[in-house]
């Protein structure tokens, strides 16, 4: 136990510590009452995934274990299949919209012939201090198909047809995908700016003499430069996308006809609107331990926990 | 109150400045016309910059147009949508706050009657009723459940940041100021969560659902309340360890010399030189009970909806005009969006890592 032993020596080293692990007393309540929360509905779940509970049986005590019948239910069912593939889609569309956008923007309001940056960069994060379902309900007025559609008029007035954006399978997800890419690219923005600022101006001078273009200083010096950082906002940016419920949730269900169900809307419709919590349940878990290992793989990569040490 | 009159009078300097920059871009136009006069400025780089900055006042008018086309919406008239023509607005058609009138509605406080018995008379004090705003003077007839969305709002929200405050602020301290067994297991599992759990909540929904309901806590917003506190324990007081961690430790070290007991320390020097820390956390934890939606929609009925909820409620239903929703939704909004402009640098000074002044 080598981490209790340094930490009791370093609690006796210090002066400002009375009596060694009382402070322990204060971590403790905040932890229990986020346990409570959290890690027991977690065993809960996974239980629940064990057995055949619905709202009939579950709530008069009546639940019976069935093993593993609701994750192979789950696991030979093409709609799980279906979702979990479009699901992969939206996590590599959504990231690389919002990963060029991020770029673009950040490019944008850190250009050296831009005036007025600061007022810019202030105005253009907004989103980030907007409720998720105010933007998310305004989102879908504008992918409407009635009237005031803001969608339809920009198609109209290009003089092309109307969509019915939430009704059409590839429409609809097109429609995910933008409003995500809006919802996320204050967070990319500020990212890529930070990162931007960063760029050693020498080099951008060294290859200026060397008469490289603006395209060949972006390629060989700005995008090495920016790299590690926008691959580290990119992979929290894709879990976010993973784990999207609310777009699909309030445009259209994750229809039409529940060909755009991701995941976790799959898992949740399975539950309260199909009645079977045992499968949504096991839902659940797999989408848990599927965004859990790729998160996992990137921690173990990338080394996304850094700055916890010397914490 | 001096966190208050910190804040106001930062306001107050981003409203002086926001007053004073068109002079100060005047100011700096007429310079630069000067020094293409006298040649120290090419014109050419001069009308670049120009051509450039306004590109990207461009891609900034298309980022944030979705706003300004739901404030179109707002104030435009209810009868405006229905002969409309199909084309981008950019003012609204016959411009109204009716919408605004149908979200806030009457604002009526009724007349209270106190009686006071005095052995066999009776004494009674009539309060007046008062009226701040009737919206039927302005032809609005019904008008839409804000009010009782945002009492329910309050009434999550408040008990959820005391309760928040009382977890965060101790186990903060503890973490940034004392060493003991499991400190940093504690605080890599709360940095991980914060990183990788966001979306846990939804996952977690379907036994979060059956628990409350078999513990008779469905429906209950002081439950609700307890379990927004309990989702924003990881991310708060981490950042809160993190904002204690920048006061210097010499403050308590000299403190501690004067003979000062180690909770005096606290309320005294630990306690007031976080409170931009503490500012943060408390708007932080208030928006989580404020704005979260899918939990809340999940465990209460029609009648406990909190603003987000009721929001939703609103989607999709044809009797409910685009002009009304997109106003009820700019009413839950704004306010929170003002907040979090003005609070902006002030929350940067929360999250960065001070501590000095003051």
New interface residues.
């Given amino acids: 136990m080598s981490v209790v032993d340094s930490a009791v020596e370093k609690a006796t080293d210090n002066p400002v510590v009375n009596k060694e692990d009382l402070p322990l007393l204060l971590v403790l309540p905040g932890l229990f009452v986020f346990l409570a929360f959290m890690l027991f509905p977690v065993m809960y779940l996974v239980y629940l995934s064990f057995t055949n509970a619905e709202p009939a049986t579950l709530f008069q005590g009546k639940e019976q274990w069935v093993g593993l019948a609701n994750y192979v239910t789950v696991l030979t069912d093409g709609q799980f299949w279906n979702s979990m593939w479009v699901t992969w889609l939206f996590v590599a569309t959504s990231v690389a919209l919002k990963v060029l956008v991020g770029i673009g923007v950040g490019l944008v309001v850190t250009g050296a012939r831009v005036r007025g940056k600061r007022l810019m960069r202030a105005l253009i994060i907004i989103p980030l201090g907007l409720p998720g379902i105010f933007t998310i309900t305004i989102w879908r007025g504008i992918f409407s198909s009635a009237e005031f559609g803001l969608a339809n008029q920009l198609l109209r007035s290009a003089g092309l047809g109307s969509v019915a954006w939430l009704s059409e399978r590839w429409m609809a997800f097109i429609a995910y995908n933008v409003t995500e890419a809006w919802l996320a690219y204050p967070f990319m923005v500020i990212i890529t700016v930070s990162a931007l600022q960063d760029v050693s101006e020498e080099l951008h001078e060294a290859a200026m003499i060397d008469g490289a273009g603006f395209f060949a200083r972006f390629l060989h010096v700005t995008l090495p430069s920016i790299k590690r950082p926008v691959l580290f906002a990119s992979i929290l940016t894709a879990a976010a996308s993973f784990q999207q419920f609310l777009i699909p949730y309030v445009f259209n269900q994750g229809g039409p006809s529940r060909t755009n169900e991701l995941l976790i809307v799959y898992g949740y419709r399975e539950a309260f609107r199909f009645q079977k919590y045992g499968e949504g349940a096991a839902i659940m878990l797999v989408a848990v331990l599927v965004i859990g290992a790729f998160m996992m793989l990137n921690v173990w990569k990338g080394r996304l926990a850094d700055g916890v040490d010397d914490a | 109150m001096s966190v208050l009159s910190d804040i106001a009078a930062e306001v107050g300097d981003d409203v002086r400045a926001a007053a004073r920059?068109p002079v100060e871009?005047l100011k700096d136009a007429r310079y630069t016309l000067e020094g293409i006069r006298e040649g120290r400025v090419s014109a050419a780089s001069v009308l670049?910059?120009a051509g450039?900055?306004a590109?990207?006042?461009v891609?900034?008018a298309l980022?944030?147009f979705?706003?300004y086309?739901?404030a179109v919406?707002a104030f435009s008239g209810t009868g405006a949508?229905l002969y409309?023509s199909?084309?981008?607005r950019l003012w609204p058609a016959e411009p109204t706050i009716e919408p605004f009138l149908w979200v806030i509605g009457d604002l009526i406080l009724p007349s209270y009657r106190i009686t006071v018995g005095l052995g066999g008379y009776e004494l009674f004090l009539q309060t007046p009723e008062l009226a701040f705003l009737d919206v039927s003077d302005y032809g609005v007839t019904e008008t839409s459940n804000f009010k009782e969305f945002f009492v329910n709002s309050l009434t999550v929200a408040i008990p959820t940041v005391i309760?928040a405050m009382?977890?965060?602020v101790?186990?903060a301290?503890?973490?940034s100021?004392?060493?003991?067994?499991?400190?940093?297991?504690?605080?890599?599992g709360y940095?991980?969560?914060t990183?990788?759990?966001?979306?846990?909540g939804?996952?977690?929904?379907?036994?979060?659902?059956?628990?409350f309901?078999?513990f008779g806590f469905n429906d209950n917003k002081l439950a609700l309340s307890?379990?927004y506190?309990?989702?924003a324990?990881?991310f708060n007081?981490?950042l809160l360890?993190?904002y204690m961690?920048g006061i210097p430790?010499s403050y308590?070290e000299a403190a501690?010399m004067d003979g000062a007991p180690?909770w005096k320390i606290v309320t005294e020097i630990i306690l007031p030189l976080s409170k931009a820390g503490l500012a943060t956390v408390f708007i932080f934890t208030f928006?989580t009970g404020?704005?979260e939606?899918?939990v809340a929609q999940?465990l209460l009925s029609t009648d406990n909806y909190t603003l987000?909820v009721g929001?939703?409620s609103l989607?999709g239903r044809y009797s409910i005009p685009?002009a009304r929703?997109?106003a009820f939704?700019l009413t839950?909004?704004a306010p929170?969006?003002l907040?979090?402009?003005f609070a902006?640098r002030y929350i940067e000074g929360g999250l960065s890592f001070g501590g000095m002044e003051g």
Avoid: H, N
């Fill in positions: 920059a871009s670049k910059t450039i900055t590109g990207a006042v891609v900034v980022l944030l979705p706003l086309w739901v919406g949508s409309s199909s084309g981008i309760l009382c977890l965060i101790p186990g301290y503890a973490l100021r004392r060493q003991f067994i499991g400190r940093s297991k504690v605080l890599y940095v991980l969560f990183q990788i759990g966001g979306g846990l939804v996952a977690l929904l379907i036994a979060l659902y059956a628990l309901v078999q307890a379990y506190a309990a989702t324990v990881p007081t981490w360890k993190t961690d430790v308590e501690m180690s928006l404020w704005t939606f899918v999940t987000p929001l939703y989607v685009w929703f997109s939704a839950f909004a929170i969006m907040i979090y402009l902006q």
